[in-house]
């Protein structure tokens, strides 16, 4: 901050235990006041062991180094997170790239699992991780529960399910949807998560203890496939989408009261991406593609920062960026993959028909990786768009790599999980390892462990599970 709005600042310092009561965090809060009397309040959460390693921004997202736990923004706290956590869509940065750590390479039913645990229901939403606990939603189709299950990470003994909505259902007419296909979001004291119930888009907040706390209804919802977006967190907002043929909406939530802070009418169009917080061209955006278009919004009022050509109608992809480029993919009516300015010129850079419809990309050393959902790894150039390699794995792909240190993990439909190197170089499978008959969600990576939801088929039964894969 700069000198005007340090002005009558003050520091307080306190001090909390994660969830499980094990770690303490310390944090220091500063009560300045601006120019105009106006008071602000910005905190930051430290381990009590790496206290002086971070970084924090007034009113934005917080861009870390080792020892990073969280921050507070505009008076409510995000966090505090352990370097492990993994509390979102594709973790702490919605980039899909996981802290480097000594991930497993192989295993298998029988090989280097830690434990496993039946989730009745179905749902392709993917696990969090946060503390001493795994958190999922399912859907029990027979009973018509939307839920939230929690999971001890130790010893991966069911804690609690809350009991998210029961009756009714507003189920997917695509036969690779479920009614629970949203990844929920922690702040470090509540759940998030998105359901379909009753023809319309719920974002409810439960608390650690699987109390709900409020359900806000967002817009009335049309089924054409289905629905699986997932809510982000942004200072004190829940941030949710819901596109559909009726006219969706894109809102910001109060993450303490459920209160619809901001919101924003969309096109009448099927389209199925979660809204993504990018630092991209110098500024925090939130960016949502489809609909024949690439948004930019400002997280904190819903105000349209740009809006392009970039897009085709149906995404489900999330979007990554290098800082410059925002990168988006599509699948219907036109196969796509491209690459548009983020700074509001409205330039397409470039762009290719490659058919990434369904899992969403990396990037990672001035390069995009991304797993096409017909089983082609392909590398290209993430400023130019030059091809640098395309490599063959197996099956067809609806989960999303994740990337690990310089290794890509990846899991296709019917659990067979394919490592191979992030390079620019060439195409190089690391190993492969199978588990279960069906993958839908995307792996989580903590703490040198692997979190993957699958189901195994005998007959006519299915039953999910989630397994601890550990060495």
């Known amino acids: 901050m700069d000198r005007q709005n340090r002005a009558g600042s003050k520091k307080q310092t306190r001090t909390r235990f994660d969830t499980c009561g094990r770690h303490r965090y310390e944090a220091d809060t500063d009560i300045m006041k601006n120019m105009n009397g106006t008071k602000l309040k910005r ?34 706290e995000i966090g505090p ?61 027979q009973k018509q529960t939307r839920s939230l299950v929690c999971i ?22 695509n036969r690779k949807g479920t009614q629970a296909s949203s990844t929920p979001a922690c702040d470090g004291k509540r759940l998030f998560i998105n359901f379909l119930h009753d023809d319309a888009m719920f974002t409810s907040a439960v608390d650690l203890a699987g109390n709900i706390l409020w359900q806000t209804r967002i817009t009335g919802y049309v089924v054409h496939q289905g629905y699986g977006s997932s809510p982000v967190l942004y200072g004190p907002l829940v941030i949710v989408s819901a596109d559909n043929k009726s006219g969706g909406a894109i809102a910001g939530l109060n993450r303490e009261t459920g209160k619809i802070v901001w919101k924003v009418k969309r096109p009448e169009m099927p389209n199925y991406p979660s809204p993504i917080i990018l ?7 939130l960016i949502m593609t489809g609909c024949e278009r690439v948004s930019s919004f400002d997280p904190m009022t819903g105000k349209v920062n740009w809006e392009v050509e970039g897009a085709t109608t149906e995404c489900v992809t999330s979007t990554v960026t290098n800082g410059s480029l925002v990168f988006t993919s599509g699948g219907y009516p036109k196969n796509h993959v491209s690459a548009v300015k983020a700074d509001g010129s409205g330039k397409l850079v470039w762009e290719n028909r490659t058919r990434v419809y369904v899992p969403s990309m990396l990037v990672y050393q001035n390069a995009l990786f991304a797993v096409a959902d017909a089983g082609i790894a392909h ?14 794995l197996a099956g067809t792909f609806s989960s999303s790599p994740v990337l690990v240190g310089n290794r890509i993990y990846v899991t296709n439909e ?7 190197r992030a390079s620019r170089e060439k195409f190089e499978l690391l190993g492969k390892n199978q588990l279960g008959d069906e993958c839908f969600a995307t792996p989580v ?19 999910e599970s989630l397994y601890c894969i550990s060495e």
Request: hydrophobic share 35%; aromatic share 10%.
């Open 379 to 392: 590398c290209w150039e993430s400023n130019t768009g030059r091809a640098l390699w395309k490599g063959r």
């Open 279 to 285: 630092k991209a061209a110098g500024k925090t955006q």
């Open 445 to 463: 990576f903590s703490g040198n462990r692997i979190y993957m939801r699958v189901a195994n088929e005998t007959g006519k039964d299915r039953m």
């Open 152 to 173: 001890d990470k130790i010893s991966g003994k069911q804690v609690w399910k809350c009991d998210v909505h029961t009756g009714k259902a507003t189920p997917p007419r």
């Open 43 to 76: 905190s930051i959460w430290f381990h009590n062991s790496c206290r002086g390693n971070a970084v924090t921004f007034l009113m934005g997202v917080v861009i870390c180094t080792a020892g990073f736990l969280g921050t507070v923004v505009a008076g409510d």
């Open 414 to 420: 019917t659990g067979e999980t394919f490592i191979f």
């Open 81 to 141: 997170f352990e370097k492990t956590d993994w509390p979102c869509w594709r973790g702490l940065h919605h980039d899909g790239i996981a802290k480097p750590q000594q991930s497993p390479m192989k295993w298998s039913e029988t090989e280097n699992i830690a434990w496993k645990v039946d989730i009745p229901g179905r749902g392709y939403g993917s696990p969090i991780v946060v503390g001493g606990s795994v958190y999922l939603a399912t859907a029990d189709e």
